[in-house]
């Protein structure tokens, strides 16, 4: 919600000359009027007098600054209204658009167009004076660029913020599209699960660490901002509301000292392979810097080093590893004109993990954070940097291509795969891609090589969850992959902090490297704040929980065929996802609506996923009918 308020504040200019030089970093003051004014509405907070500061700005012009604060006390809500992060999004974006416009058609507030967005988001009350003004200065800048260069009107971008429910955005249908094989795809050869008593190989699943360098115990854990848990935020008002040594159930990331408790803990294990889904750098997105998310990333894995020394450590990039944050920039759109935009990140990337990665590797993760390597026989990892495609990635929006080439390269290693007789598995932060488009060449992938790949490993929305895809293509809909998306290490959202392992089909002659059980655990940060000791417990088996044969698409298939008519099954899925950490109920219409939301249908035919009702096997929905 946090990055939208700063979408709708900026993304509403039209193509302007000012004295702001766009730019991919963080906006500073331009005069010193406007550093005071800025000092003036982070002192004054919700005390700041808008009249005062219009006076400043145009000391010589009464009517202007009459006209101007009648404008902004017009979309200002008033205190019974609630504040603008309540207010519906089409609405916000809609009411902004035209006062930004007037802001920019006036010489005299041109210039300081930051410092009114400020305290209209102050007065609006949608976040503290700090965090408006230090979220304006750390998109402001980058989007002003993709404003005045590649959006057409306001009414595009209320479109994609807010829905085609608001206004049908207009951006142009894109044209490329992805060339494949000409030999056709293979029949599909369903697979089997191992033998009774069968060696597994035991792997470990991290996802979205968020490691908050920041977090201090019995700071206040419930403050205002997007994150807590710091000593900027005050003294708790009760010990409920203060932070625990090891994290704490409320929006809040995690601590060094329970990242050093689980990894030393995990240590004492031995794993066949390690893998990290993304999202090390902590959530203070508002106030971040290239520099900040280089440190966490390096101290993330110094750790990794320190207790996974002898492991195969291998990780996809998440969201949270660019600044600002979801952008990864394409070389020919950035604002700064450098040619190798996002070389601060990949040349970090590539040196934390040389460790465990060869250097065949380094080609494909300077050129956009993706790469591919067979580092067992017969299973080859393929990580995707799946920020590209995402309706949060503005400039994904903007270009919508596949402008580093990874979906085209992704076909190369599959078909690689397919040659040579071997698996895949695919890695990523993103469970799915928001833009239809890239997700129907996607589905296309997908479906032109589901007997390669033995199942799709993600995180970002610090749940635990699961999907079951079919291919629409064969009689009916086939289960084909399994998503797997990890729970959260970090108990941002208010859950626990988990994690997984899996056992794999792995150490067999022809094994199929699809998972055969796994294993999910994680931390009651309340009862460690309690004890003063972190407990990391077994949540459940999969099998044994959801009364399973095995883990196969098909064991998949006939178990939310049951969860369907089954509210206690669902129920127990719910409180499962929320990591043990929420009290749930789900009654028969819920059983329906969450074994339906657990499946998805590849559709290459449609602009998004087909859904598959099992009460109904020939119902469906388009994504547009959601």
């Not at 006062?99 to 041109?110: A, E």
């Not at 210039?111 to 200065?137: A, E, K």
């Not at 994609?160 to 955005?169: L, R, Y």
Request: net charge negative.
């Amino acid at each position: 919600m946090a990055k939208l308020i700063w979408f709708f504040l900026f993304l509403t200019f039209p193509p302007i000359t000012t004295c702001f030089k766009p730019s991919s970093v963080r906006y500073q003051a331009k005069s010193q009027l406007e550093k005071e004014l800025f000092d003036y509405i982070l002192k004054e907070e919700k005390n700041l007098d808008l009249e005062y500061i219009l006076r400043r700005i145009a000391p010589d012009d009464a009517t202007l600054v009459e006209d101007a604060l009648h404008k902004i006390n017009s979309v200002i809500p008033t205190p019974s209204h609630g504040n603008l992060g309540g207010v519906i999004e089409c609405d916000l974006c809609l009411k902004v658009a035209p006062l930004v416009d007037y802001f920019l058609d006036k010489p005299k507030l041109q210039d300081f167009l930051y410092v009114l967005l400020g305290g209209i988001c102050i007065l609006g009350d949608v976040f503290s004076s700090r965090v408006c003004v230090l979220g304006i200065q750390e998109w402001g800048p980058i989007v002003l660029y993709l404003a005045n260069n590649y959006v057409a009107t306001t009414d595009e971008i209320c479109g994609f913020v807010a829905g085609t429910d608001c206004i049908q955005p207009t951006i142009k249908a894109p044209t490329w599209n992805l060339t494949f094989p000409v030999m056709p795809r293979p029949p599909y050869v369903p697979p089997t699960s191992p033998p009774e008593g069968s060696d597994l190989a035991k792997v470990l699943h991290l996802t979205d660490i968020h490691m908050d360098m920041a977090y201090s115990e019995n700071s206040n854990a419930h403050c205002q901002d997007p994150i807590c848990c710091r000593d900027i935020d005050g003294e708790p008002i009760s010990y409920y509301y203060a932070a625990g040594k090891y994290g704490s159930l409320a929006y809040c990331d995690s601590p060094l000292a329970s990242l050093e408790d689980l990894f030393s803990k995990l240590s004492q294990e031995s794993f066949d392979w390690v893998i990290i889904t993304g999202d090390l750098p902590a959530h203070d997105v508002y106030n971040q810097t290239q520099a900040d998310n280089i440190r966490v990333t390096k101290e993330v894995n110094g750790l990794l080093r320190k207790y996974f020394a002898n492991a195969t450590v291998l990780q996809a990039l998440g969201n949270h590893e660019s600044c600002p944050v979801d952008l990864y920039i394409p070389d020919y759109m950035d604002p700064d004109k450098n040619p190798n935009p996002m070389s601060w990140l990949y040349e970090v990337i590539v040196d934390e993990w040389s460790t465990w990665l060869p250097n065949s590797t380094f080609d494909t993760i300077m050129k956009g954070g993706f790469w591919a390597w067979e580092f067992t026989p017969g299973l080859k990892m393929i990580s995707i940097n799946a920020a590209f495609g995402q309706t949060d990635d503005w400039f994904s929006i903007v270009n919508n291509t596949d402008f580093n080439g990874m979906l085209q390269w992704m076909i190369y290693e599959l078909q690689d795969c397919e040659d040579r007789g071997i698996k895949a598995w695919i890695i990523s932060h993103h469970r799915c891609f928001g833009l239809p488009y890239y997700t129907n060449q996607v589905d296309r992938i997908l479906q032109r090589y589901v007997g390669v790949i033995s199942g799709w490993f993600n995180g970002h929305t610090h749940e635990d969850q699961f999907s079951l895809i079919f291919d629409g293509s064969m009689g009916g809909g086939t289960p084909v992959i399994t998503e797997y998306t990890a729970p959260s290490v970090t108990t941002y959202h208010q859950n626990n902090m988990g994690y997984r392992v899996y056992y794999v089909d792995a150490k067999r002659e022809n094994s199929t490297f699809f998972v055969a059980d796994h294993e999910t655990f994680y931390l009651n940060v309340t009862k460690a704040k309690k004890s003063g000791k972190p407990e990391w417990e077994l949540e459940y088996r999969m099998k044994a929980a959801y009364n399973m044969s095995g883990l196969l698409p098909t064991d998949f298939e006939e178990m939310l065929a049951r969860m369907a008519t089954t509210p206690q099954l669902a129920e127990n899925y719910l409180y499962f996802k929320y990591k043990s950490s929420q009290e749930v109920s789900c009654e028969a219409s819920c059983a329906q609506s969450v074994a339906s939301e657990m499946q998805r249908a590849l559709d290459p035919s449609t602009d998004g996923y087909g859904i598959k009702n099992f009460l109904d096997p020939h119902a469906g929905k388009t994504i547009g009918d959601l």
